[in-house]
């Protein structure tokens, strides 16, 4: 590892992470969508089926906040909640093809401005680059994971 005791890297690195969801924002206003519910949007088309209080660990916000984003959602017909067949207590989410259609929308949107902010970037200089970013998410996961969990291990396979 480098000496680096200046480094702005996890600065950089949060203006980049703000600077796209700015950019990413100001195209996506024409869907209506608050950025919590398009990150939830995303987040179901992902892992549809999920349940609320998964979605809310997901997307790193308290049950209740969550609850008013599917609650939104649902009235506006982008999310079903449907009951767990193992579960009575607990609702899956699901999208509905209105919302199929918006996060299609929402994936060309993603991809023209991922185009444009790699403009110029060498195709082997970002592959090291998200070689860096991994090793970097799996070192910070491990400061907490026992070497033994589950999570830890996983975490060397993605």
């Known amino acids: ?37 398009w990150r939830a949007l995303k987040a179901i088309r992902r892992r549809e089926g999920l349940s609320q209080s998964e979605l809310a660990e997901f997307l790193e916000m308290e049950p209740i906040a969550i609850g008013r984003v599917i609650d939104r959602l649902a009235a506006a017909e982008f999310v079903v909640r449907r009951a767990d067949p193992n579960d009575r207590r607990r609702w899956r989410l699901h999208l509905t093809p209105k919302a199929h259609a918006v996060t299609d929308d929402m994936e060309i949107i993603a991809g023209e401005l991922r185009q444009e902010a790699l403009a110029d970037v060498d195709e082997a200089d970002f592959e090291a680059f998200q070689r860096v970013l991994s090793r970097i998410r799996v070192n910070l996961a491990a400061i907490e994971a026992p070497a033994d969990s589950p999570e830890f291990l996983k975490q060397g396979t993605s």
């Open 1 to 37: 590892m480098k000496s680096t005791p200046d480094s702005s890297f996890a600065y950089e690195l949060h203006d980049v992470t703000c600077l796209f969801r700015k950019h990413f924002d100001r195209r996506a206003i024409r869907f209506g969508l608050t950025r919590a519910q």
